[in-house]
Nanobody
């Protein structure tokens, strides 16, 4: 059974940094992409960043230049380095792993940016 376990969320002041991690356990064949999404109450879940099998990346405009996604294939782990955090980055952050047949979601980790 596949499980995605996120960690690294918390409370940080504006301008601060956090690093999120998402470790996948179980067997996922032919991972196509690994990504991070976020959601705030009353809004749809939105893509933050994604990294593809070939190493290419894609970022939401709102985080470009501040966030960096990376992965460790040997550990089936994806990371999100978040710098220069803003109050509007406050959300529950979810990781997602996509294979050709199925997508898998983590349980979410809260990130709160506040002074």
């Amino acid at each position: 059974q596949v499980q995605l376990v996120e960690s690294g969320g918390g409370l940080v002041q504006p301008g601060g940094s956090l690093r999120l991690s998402c470790a996948a356990s179980g067997t996922i064949f032919n991972i196509f992409s690994m990504g991070w999404y976020r959601q705030t109450p009353g809004k749809q879940r939105e893509l933050v960043a994604v990294i593809f099998r070939g190493g290419g990346t894609n970022y939401a405009d709102s985080v470009t230049g501040r966030f960096t996604i990376s992965r460790d294939n040997a550990k089936n782990t994806v990371y999100l380095q978040m710098n220069s955090l803003k109050p509007e980055d406050t959300a529950v952050y979810y990781c997602k792993v996509d294979s050709p047949l199925k997508g898998y979601w983590g349980q979410g980790t809260q990130v709160t940016v506040s002074s």
